[in-house]
């Protein structure tokens, strides 16, 4: 990982672990999603979840001529979270499910996208990122933040199984280009008595925020650990989740601009998802050709328009700007365009829900050749 000093003296982000209940619900959207293009790669999809005690509410609108299993389907995404234990009051054997989805048989502008020549389904304002702070091009503090989440989860299914369960959070701050604080929230498991606690602690600080911070710990290091105590009842049982509300986790942890659409339960069709995974590799690709140490792109569609209404680049005095509006040039926007770039009618969405939709080296937008 590179450690060039982040470009802001205080700086923070966030990110969440799996159980997270918003997180839960945008795992369960994406399963839909790539449920349905594996059975019809032009199925159209547009899925919204909401979570909350035993119950998974799904609705919105579904164009496809294949059906289904949905309830096995989200059983099965809750299910690879860890949501499998017997005394927890959300769990994927014991779940309901409330199946509002609308399902449409017309195929409308499948053979349109298949001619290249589709418009947005709707307007939408959409920002790229990248920086060379990490070898991921994203901000450091945000590749902290998933790194110790990430570490959670590898904890709870190992030394951690019989204490830990999928619901957890982290925080990363910096202070004068260093790491100030980590906090980390985790849920225990029912019955934990303070002796587990405290060595569940002691295994969190070593095999979780040392491993994850590596370089960048030191001794002044502020580490928090449930600051405010036991945190038993979580995931869904203990608040509600929705899909989409976890934008800044999904993509630069606050330390870029958002236009706000979300990305979870949605097709390759729309662009608040497509066309942000396009944006970002642009972004990307300006960082990893040398051409600026940062770059932003953005892009604005107007509904049933090929050609976005705005198309942008920005090496935000980091680079050659000339050189960047060049490579945009060469690029096409266009959402039938993206789709075929980046082969988004396979079923990959669900390995982009956890941890941020950038950054992992095997998604097509993180893959720019250089």
């Known amino acids: 990982m590179s450690t060039h000093t982040p470009f802001k003296p205080a700086w923070a982000?966030?990110?969440?672990?799996?159980?997270h209940p918003d997180k839960v619900a945008d795992a369960i959207a994406d399963a839909l999603?790539?449920?349905?293009?594996?059975?019809?790669?032009?199925?159209?999809?547009?899925?919204?979840?909401?979570v909350k005690g035993n119950r998974v509410t799904v609705?919105?609108?579904?164009?496809?001529?294949?059906?289904?299993?949905?309830?096995?389907?989200i059983r099965k995404a809750v299910a690879s979270i860890g949501y499998t234990h017997s005394d927890a009051a959300f769990t994927a054997d014991g779940l309901q499910v409330d199946n509002q989805l609308h399902r449409r048989t017309t195929h409308p502008g499948r053979d349109v996208f298949q001619a290249g020549n589709a418009g947005a389904g709707d307007q939408a304002l959409i920002y790229g990122y990248a920086t060379d702070e990490t070898e991921e091009r994203l901000p450091l503090p945000l590749v902290l933040a998933h790194r110790l989440?990430?570490?959670l989860a590898t904890l709870r299914r190992g030394a951690g199984a019989a204490w830990m369960r999928p619901d957890g959070k982290s925080l990363v701050t910096f202070e004068g280009g260093?790491?100030?604080?980590?906090?980390?929230?985790?849920?225990?498991?029912?019955?934990?008595?303070?002796?587990?606690?405290?060595?569940?602690?002691?295994?969190?600080?070593?095999?979780?925020?040392?491993?994850?911070?590596?370089?960048?710990?030191?001794?002044?290091?502020?580490t928090l650990i449930n600051p405010g105590g036991p945190f038993v009842e979580g995931g869904p049982a203990g608040d509600a989740g929705v899909t989409g509300r976890k934008l800044m986790v999904d993509t630069y942890g606050g330390l870029a601009r958002h236009g706000g659409g979300g990305f979870s339960g949605k097709d390759g069709t729309k662009v608040d998802r497509s066309a942000a995974y396009f944006a970002r590799w642009?972004?990307?690709?300006?960082?990893?050709?040398?051409?600026?140490?940062?770059?932003?792109?953005?892009?604005?569609?107007?509904?049933?328009?090929?050609e976005p209404v705005a198309f942008a680049v920005d090496v935000l005095g980091t680079?050659?700007?000339?050189?960047?509006?060049?490579?945009?040039?060469q690029t096409d926007p266009r959402p039938a365009a993206i789709i075929d770039q980046f082969q988004l009618r396979r079923p990959i969405y669900r390995s982009t829900t956890q941890y941020g939709h950038f950054g992992k080296s095997d998604l097509p937008w993180e893959q720019t050749g250089y």
């Open 319 to 329: 680079g050659d700007q000339r050189a960047a509006e060049q490579f945009l040039g």
């Open 59 to 73: 609705a919105g609108e579904i164009d496809s001529c294949e059906r289904i299993d949905v309830p096995g389907t």
């Open 282 to 306: 642009v972004a990307r690709s300006v960082v990893d050709q040398g051409m600026a140490r940062r770059s932003e792109v953005r892009l604005a569609y107007a509904i049933g328009r090929e």
């Open 149 to 151: 989440t990430r570490g």
């Open 33 to 50: 999603v790539d449920a349905w293009i594996e059975r019809d790669p032009h199925a159209r999809v547009a899925a919204e979840v909401l």
């Open 178 to 222: 260093r790491v100030d604080s980590v906090v980390l929230v985790h849920c225990l498991a029912p019955g934990v008595d303070e002796h587990a606690q405290q060595a569940l602690e002691d295994l969190v600080r070593r095999e979780v925020v040392g491993q994850a911070l590596g370089p960048w710990m030191h001794e002044g290091v502020r």
């Open 13 to 19: 982000a966030e990110s969440v672990e799996e159980g």
